[in-house]
């Protein structure tokens, strides 16, 4: 099992960065996949940024490439998104989930099986 915890959320200006983090407790957190989501107000959630269990994969959605960057280290059990250039329309709520599985993250026919409570990502303009 797999318990997660996300950090660094907030306001910011339109242009601007952020970073999130996503902590992660358990003894196997090397062999998740992992991904980021997001829901903006009285929007579904969607797909943000996914990473493979070693690291070596990495798929984004459309609307975040060249600006977003997911990572992780497994030593420390985390998992970070790097945020550039940032737009009012990134606005949301920005989840962390985990899954034996990395079709799991990737796709959205099946939710991954642990997520975390989230933290708000507010870009102005």
């Known amino acids: 099992q797999v318990q997660l915890v996300e950090s660094g959320g907030g306001l910011v200006q339109a242009g601007g960065s952020l970073r999130l983090s996503c902590a992660a407790s358990?003894?196997?957190?090397?062999?998740?996949?992992m991904g980021w989501f997001r829901q903006a107000p009285g929007k579904e959630r969607d797909f943000v940024a996914a990473v493979s269990a070693s690291g070596l994969r990495t798929d984004y959605a459309d609307s975040v490439k060249r600006r977003f960057t997911i990572s992780r280290d497994n030593a420390k059990k985390t998992v970070s998104l790097e945020m550039n250039s940032l737009k009012p329309e990134d606005t949301a709520v920005y989840y962390c989930?985990?899954?034996?599985?990395?079709?799991?993250?990737?796709?959205?026919?099946?939710?991954?099986?642990?997520w975390g409570q989230g933290t708000l990502v507010t870009v102005s303009s």
């Open positions: 989930a985990a899954d034996l599985d990395y079709m799991r993250v990737l796709l959205t026919t099946t939710p991954p099986r642990y």
């Open positions: 358990g003894r196997t957190f090397g062999t998740y996949a």
